[in-house]
């Protein structure tokens, strides 16, 4: 790949976070971007930038028919001062699967992932030396092909924004309460719930407002044939723990395979845990939840690794899971992962990409 790098003037660089200001999540970026476009049936002009804006035509494809895909990685601080990257080759498939099923243009992940690298590095100052807190990566491509009618674009644009954060949840590793919707669904088997497609994360929307004006964090979504399986929460991959088996519901076409969710089940099963990929109710959580049976429940994704589960409502019923409090399968997994990620122990599984 032929990389050009534009470095930002010294007087345009923004001011970096305070190692105490709280970061929050997605609103600071840093001072480059990498950028490349594909025209004439191939991906080329790979560079490296000051971050700016994307400048579309108000006839681009994608602010009519919505072919726009995204990523979300993290590269963390380690313990001796290098810069490391979690699984980076996962997200690659994952977001040219992505493309793939939105009739997008692929790309080649090893020359993305070598840009990302270069990216990072120039950037290297942004990423936060407190544990617990990461670079965000938004791998992003989108369709500029001016044109109305519907069909797939012959032009793209793929570029990658990093910068500083802490915790997805205010409250940090403290538990959620997540209320399930059953009036309102996702996707559908068949179509592109298991895509990173910004259309999907559009269609979560509004049940979303509606938890959070309930005072509930998430969404737990249920199928859309029967409204009873439970598939996956708004940002985040389901697990259960029961009294002999950790549960997350299978990969059927309609919810994300989240690298961290994969990450989990080889994890769970090297501890030990009976970890199985299977259909589950929710009259089933419920049920658990009830007799004691269900020991805890957490969400799996990059953004937040893992997030305990401590109560959900369902037809206007508030269920307890658990005790209510961090489970211990949830506080062992978070502690591990956040541990293989920087570098603190070793990596058994080889996903700990150190590039700097």
Not at 64 to 70: D, E, S
Not at 263 to 288: C, F, K, L, P
Request: one cysteine or more; aromatic letters at 10%; charged letters at 25%.
């Amino acid at each position: 790949m032929d990389l050009s790098i534009t470095r930002a003037a010294k007087s345009a660089m923004k001011p970096k976070p305070s190692p105490d200001q709280d970061l929050g999540f997605g609103r600071i970026f840093t001072d480059h971007m990498f950028i490349m476009n594909y025209r004439d049936g191939k991906w080329q002009d790979h560079r490296i930038v000051p971050y700016q804006p994307v400048v579309l035509d108000p006839a681009a494809i994608v602010l009519h028919y919505g072919q726009a895909i995204f990523e979300g990685m993290k590269a963390y601080r380690g313990k001796d001062d290098s810069i490391l990257l979690f699984r980076p080759t996962k997200n690659m498939e994952r977001m040219n699967n992505s493309a793939r099923k939105l009739c997008m243009a692929a790309f080649d992940g090893k020359d993305v992932i070598e840009a990302l690298e270069k990216l990072i590095l120039i950037d290297r100052d942004w990423v936060p030396a407190k544990k617990g807190e990461s670079l965000y990566i938004r791998p992003t491509m989108i369709a500029d092909e001016p044109a109305l009618g519907v069909r797939p674009a012959t032009t793209y644009i793929f570029y990658i924004i990093i910068g500083p954060v802490a915790a997805y949840y205010s409250s940090g590793f403290s538990p959620v309460k997540i209320f399930v919707s059953d009036e309102h669904v996702r996707a559908v088997k068949g179509g592109i719930g298991d895509t990173k497609a910004a259309g999907n994360y559009a269609a979560s929307l509004f049940a979303a407002e509606k938890a959070k004006k309930a005072g509930y964090s998430q969404v737990l979504w249920l199928d859309a044939a029967h409204r009873k399986y439970i598939e996956e929460v708004g940002t985040m991959n389901i697990f259960f723990r029961f009294e002999n088996e950790v549960v997350t519901p299978p990969l059927k076409g309609s919810i994300l395979p989240g690298v961290t969710r994969d990450s989990v089940i080889q994890v769970a099963r090297d501890m030990g845990y009976n970890t199985v990929e299977r259909d589950i109710t929710i009259d089933e959580v419920i049920e658990g939840a009830g007799n004691g049976k269900l020991k805890e429940a957490f969400g799996t994704g990059t953004a937040a690794v893992i997030s305990p589960v401590s109560e959900i409502i369902y037809k206007d019923l508030a269920y307890r899971l658990g005790d209510g409090k961090t489970g211990q399968l949830s506080e062992k997994l978070f502690n591990y992962l956040l541990s293989l990620q920087y570098g603190e122990i070793p990596d058994p599984y080889g996903w700990v990409k150190k590039i700097g």
